[in-house]
C-alpha cells in the first residue's frame, strides 16, 4: 500500500455517493433537471464541510456521508420538494444550513469529544494517519465548495451591455 499524500478518491466517492442518493430520490424522472443542477447540488453537499472547517472539526468520510444521507432522508419524509422544481439545489442548502443552525452544537459536542479522545491516542501512528487523512478528505471538500461557490458567485455578474436600474 503506498500512502499518497491524498487521494481524491475518497472526495469522489463520498460526493458521487451523496449525488446518486439525490438523484434517485429527487430526480428520477427528471434527469435533465439532475444534470443542470449538479453543479449546484455539489455546492449543497459539500457546505456542511466548511460548516466543520470553521470549527475546527473533522469527521471520517463515511460519518459525513451517514450525517448527509440521514437529512435527504428527512427532506424526502417531511419536505416537499417537487414544489421547487429548478430551486431544488437552494432548497437542499437552506434545509442542511437550517439543520446545523439547530443541531450544530449536539454535532459540535460529538466531534470534539471524538477528536478529544483521539489526541490522546495519537502516540499510535496509526491513529494518527487515519485522523490526517480524514482532515485531508474535510479539506478536498471545503476546497471543493469554496471553488463552486467562486465559481457561482463569477456567474452572477451582469452583461457589460445590460443597462442598470438606475
Known amino acids: 500500500m503506498s500512502s499518497a499524500p491524498c487521494s481524491a478518491e475518497p472526495l469522489a466517492a463520498t460526493t458521487e455517493a451523496l449525488l446518486l442518493a439525490i438523484r434517485l430520490r429527487f430526480y428520477s424522472t427528471r434527469i435533465a433537471d439532475y444534470h443542470r443542477d449538479r453543479q449546484r447540488l455539489l455546492h449543497a453537499v459539500t457546505w456542511p464541510a466548511v460548516w466543520l472547517d470553521e470549527r475546527g472539526l473533522t469527521c471520517a468520510p463515511q460519518r459525513y456521508q451517514i450525517l448527509l444521507e440521514e437529512r ?10 417537487v414544489i421547487y422544481g429548478p430551486y431544488f439545489p437552494a432548497y437542499l442548502l437552506k434545509c442542511l444550513q437550517d439543520w446545523f443552525d439547530r443541531y450544530g452544537e449536539e454535532l459540535y459536542a460529538e466531534l470534539k469529544h471524538i477528536r478529544n479522545a483521539l489526541d490522546q491516542l495519537l502516540a499510535s501512528a496509526r491513529f494518527a494517519e487515519r485522523v490526517q487523512r480524514h482532515a485531508r478528505h474535510l479539506d478536498l471538500l471545503v476546497s471543493t465548495h469554496r471553488l463552486l461557490e467562486h465559481r457561482l458567485a463569477e456567474r452572477k455578474t451582469t452583461a457589460p451591455n445590460q443597462l442598470t436600474l438606475f
Not at 435527504?72 to 420538494?81: F, S, T, W
Open 72 to 81: 435527504l432522508q428527512v427532506i424526502a419524509a417531511h419536505g416537499n420538494p
